[in-house]
C-alpha cells in the first residue's frame, strides 16, 4: 500500500501553516491576553462576549478539544487577529490571507476542512478550536475524541473525499495528485499512479477507496507522529 502514502505523508506539511500562524513561538514576546481580545458583545460561543473568554467557555472547549486553558487564550488571540472585521467569525478569505497556507498546493482543502460544520460558510472559535484538536499529538495526557487515530484518520480521509459521498474515487485521487506535484510528474505518470493505488487499496473491489480501504492501507503507519503538532503550552 506504499502508492497511498506520498499524499499522506504531507500531512506534517499541512499542518506547518497552521503551526506557523496560529501558535506562539517561544521567542516571541507574550501580548497580555486582555489586550489582544475587542470590546465587542455577542451571544454564540466562539464570538468576542467580552474583554476575554468565560471560564465556562473555556471549560467547555478544554472538554472537547483536549487543549489547556492557556493553548486556549493563545489560539483565541490568533483567532482574534485573523478576524480583521471584528465579528467574531471567520471567512474562508480570513484564512487564505495567511501567506504560508495560500502558497501550500492543498490551501483550499485545508480551509475547506474548518468549514465542514459551518451553515453559513463562517467558522467560529469553537470551530476553529475543533479542526486544531485533530492535530493535538495523542500522547497528550488529555486525549480527546478529536484526536483520536481513528479521527486523524477521518480528517486526512476528508482531503481526498472531494464529493464528501464516503468515498475516493480515481479521479479525485488524481486531482489531489495533480495539486501536490503540479506538473512535476506527467499526467500519464499520476493516472498509473492514482490507478494502481486504488487497484492496491480497494479492497471490495469497487473501483474505489472506503474508510476502511484507507484504514487498511495505513494500518502500520504511525499516523500520530505525521499528523500532530506541537501546540506551546
Known amino acids: 500500500m506504499c502508492l497511498l502514502l ?12 497552521i503551526k506557523q500562524q496560529f501558535l506562539w513561538m517561544k521567542q516571541s514576546q507574550r501580548v497580555p491576553f486582555q489586550q489582544i481580545c475587542k470590546q465587542d458583545f455577542h451571544d454564540e460561543m466562539g464570538n ?31 483567532f482574534t487577529s485573523l478576524d480583521r472585521n471584528d465579528c ?88 489531489i495528485l495533480h495539486m501536490m506535484v503540479g506538473a512535476n510528474i506527467s499526467q500519464d505518470q499520476l493516472v498509473s499512479i492514482a490507478e494502481r493505488t486504488i487497484l492496491e ?4 473491489c469497487q473501483g474505489k477507496i472506503s474508510f476502511e480501504d484507507f484504514c487498511k492501507a495505513l494500518d502500520r503507519t504511525d499516523v500520530d507522529t505525521k499528523m500532530s503538532i506541537r501546540f506551546l503550552n
Do not use: W
Not at 499522506?8 to 499542518?15: K, S, Y
Open 88 to 175: 467574531g467569525t471567520l471567512s474562508r478569505e480570513d484564512l487564505m490571507r495567511i501567506p504560508e497556507l495560500a502558497i501550500n498546493p492543498l490551501c483550499e482543502r485545508i480551509v475547506h476542512s474548518f468549514f465542514a460544520e459551518s451553515t453559513d460558510d463562517r467558522v467560529n472559535f469553537r470551530q476553529f478550536m475543533n479542526v486544531l484538536a485533530h492535530f493535538r499529538p495523542l500522547r497528550d495526557n488529555k486525549q480527546s475524541q478529536l484526536n483520536s487515530r481513528e479521527e486523524k484518520l477521518k480528517f486526512a480521509f476528508k482531503m481526498y473525499d472531494l464529493d464528501d459521498d464516503g468515498v475516493i474515487s480515481r479521479d479525485e485521487l488524481l486531482s
Open 6 to 17: 506520498p499524499p499522506i505523508m504531507d500531512l506534517p506539511h499541512i499542518a506547518i501553516p
Open 48 to 78: 468576542k462576549s467580552s474583554l476575554f473568554l468565560r471560564n465556562e467557555e473555556i471549560a467547555q472547549i478544554q472538554e472537547e478539544t483536549g487543549f489547556t486553558p492557556n493553548q486556549i487564550e493563545r489560539l483565541y488571540s490568533r
Open 201 to 204: 487499496a480497494d479492497l471490495c
